[in-house]
Each structure stands twice: as C-alpha cells, then as structure tokens.
C-alpha cells in the first residue's frame, strides 16, 4: 500500500481517512466507472508534495461516457507514503466516438 495507515484524502467532495477507507472508495469508484483509462502529467513538485493535472474517462452503468478534468495533490512522508491527497475535477459527458483514450 502506498499510503499511510492514516493518509487523509479528499475526493471532489468526498472526505475520508484511513487506508481501510481509501480501500473501499476505490473499490466502489472502479465498480461503477467502467471502461477506465486516465493520464496524468506532472505540474509541479517541491520537497515532499507533488501535484498533477489529469483527465481520464469511464462509462456509467447507463453506457454514458463521461471525461473528467482535473487536478490532484500529493503530500508524502518521510518514508515516501501518501500522507495526503486532495483531487478537485469536473466530469464532461461525452459521446464515444469523442473519446480521446481507446
């Protein structure tokens, strides 16, 4: 795991803390975001914080195909673990012939 057993995370507007708790977000978030593909790029970094622009796309469970902008941060300890992570985005929904990762 590459988080701290206490690493805080914001996701859009959901708060939670734990590795138990990023656990079960990501399982939900994978079961519902279908057909996954994203790509990250570096933007800044300094000491132990990094922070990325993003944008990935997915498909709901209605066959909706969505792209989602955004951008994250990163704060590490010491021993190079997730501490802290905060992600603001938007979700676009978009056709699939304009999908941009096939």
Not at 13 to 18: A, H, K, P, V, Y
Not at 21 to 34: M, N, R, T, V
Request: hydrophobic residues 35%; glycine residues 4%.
């Amino acid at each position: 795991m590459a988080y701290t057993k206490d690493s805080v995370w914001r996701n859009r507007d959901l708060f939670f803390q734990g590795r138990e708790e990023i656990i079960d977000f990501l399982i939900e978030k994978w079961q519902l975001e279908k057909g996954y593909r994203l790509r990250k790029r570096l933007f800044c970094f300094s000491d132990n914080k990094i922070a990325v622009e993003f944008e990935y796309e997915f498909r709901d469970e209605k066959g909706q195909w969505w792209r989602a902008y955004g951008i994250e941060h990163w704060t590490f300890n010491a021993n190079g673990l997730m501490q802290r992570r905060d992600m603001s985005a938007n979700n676009i929904p978009i056709k699939e012939e304009e999908r941009m990762f096939t």
